[in-house]
């Protein structure tokens, strides 16, 4: 017990087998058995085995009546003592997969739920934001109200100005007029500037 024990070489060397290929295995051999086309197989080859050991000479039968088909009878149990064990590893394998496969279910459902109650945040982050900022009824509302009471001050404006006013406004234009005529003439471009009286 306090020394490692020396590896021994078995007599009988066991061949290993890969799981994963003997897996794939006994699952296509639990599908075809599942199959119409295994047991119509099965019925054939029974109905066969059982007419050529009744009707033949019994010279010919490999398996007599007389012994009760004891050769069909292993056989026949031999098939359902390898195929049980093939049928529940495929059944293994199934459920393995299954599981593997609802565990991703559940994963990306609980992405989905995550994304989905990120984006609900970020919608009513974005209502209320939206609530603060200028819509454009609101915009053309305010730039509408502004000119009525432009109109309104130019029309005030307007009604408030006397006709001396008004008078002295053509004056004035006239007066810049000529003012820019003379300005513009070419014969008075070299003369020098005529000293106006007070």
């Known amino acids: 017990m306090d020394q490692p024990r020396e590896s021994t070489r078995r007599p009988i060397r066991i061949p290993r087998m890969d799981p994963e290929g003997f897996g ?8 075809f058995m599942g199959t119409p086309q295994f047991l119509l197989y099965m019925t054939v080859f029974v109905t066969v085995w059982l007419a050529w050991n009744t009707f033949m000479p019994e010279s010919a039968q490999f398996d007599p009546r007389a012994l009760n088909y004891t050769l069909l009878t292993l056989i026949l149990s031999l098939q ?3 195929a049980a064990p093939l049928i529940l590893l495929a059944q293994n394998r199934q459920d393995d997969r299954d599981r593997v496969g609802l565990e991703q279910d ?9 994304d989905t109650e990120y984006l609900t945040r970020e919608v009513a982050a974005l209502r209320i934001a ?5 819509t454009r009824d609101f915009v053309r509302s305010e730039l509408r109200d502004l000119l009525e009471e432009m109109d309104e001050r130019r029309g005030a404006d307007d009604g ?4 001396d006013d008004a008078d002295r406004r053509p004056r004035k234009k006239k007066k810049a007029k000529a003012r820019r005529m003379e300005s513009d003439d070419p014969l008075d471009a070299g003369s020098p500037p005529q000293p106006q009286g007070p």
């Open 130 to 134: 939206l609530r603060d900022v200028a």
């Open 106 to 114: 559940r994963a990306r459902d609980e992405r989905n739920l995550a």
């Open 24 to 31: 794939r295995a006994s699952e296509g051999f639990a599908r």
């Open 160 to 163: 408030e100005d006397s006709p």
């Open 80 to 82: 359902a003592s390898y």
